[in-house]
């Protein structure tokens, strides 16, 4: 909806882990086939790409790192590769900037 965002309600340093980002792992084709469903639907799109992978976690409820936008002018986030934990898959938002 363009209208949702993140803002911290403390400071950071660089290096510190912000917040952890949940999703379902996709493949391109699963992705494509996912954004035009929701679009379709009028719902908004959280599919993020990152490091070769497509994650997507428009679905789930609580998930705070879908409305993190690290690819913003001046973004002071950036995101490691995914890690498979307890059956899910993850991606880790660090801070890189006090």
Same mark, same amino acid.
């Given at each position: 909806d363009g209208e949702r965002g993140v803002r911290a309600l403390q400071q950071f340093k660089s290096g510190s882990f912000v917040? $952890?980002?949940e999703a379902n792992?996709?493949? %391109?084709a699963e992705?494509? $086939?996912? $954004?035009? *469903?929701?679009? $379709?639907e009028g719902k908004?799109?959280? /599919?993020? *790409?990152a490091h070769g992978y497509y994650?997507?976690?428009t679905?789930?409820?609580n998930v705070i790192g %879908?409305? /993190?936008?690290?690819a913003a002018k001046g973004a002071n986030i950036k995101l490691y590769p995914p890690l498979e934990a307890r059956g899910r898959t993850r991606i880790r938002f660090v801070s890189i900037k006090d």
């Open positions: 917040c $952890e980002f792992l996709l493949s %391109k992705c494509e $086939e996912a $954004e035009k *469903e929701y679009v $379709e908004p799109v959280y /599919i993020l *790409e994650f997507d976690p679905l789930r409820p %879908k409305y /993190i936008n690290h």
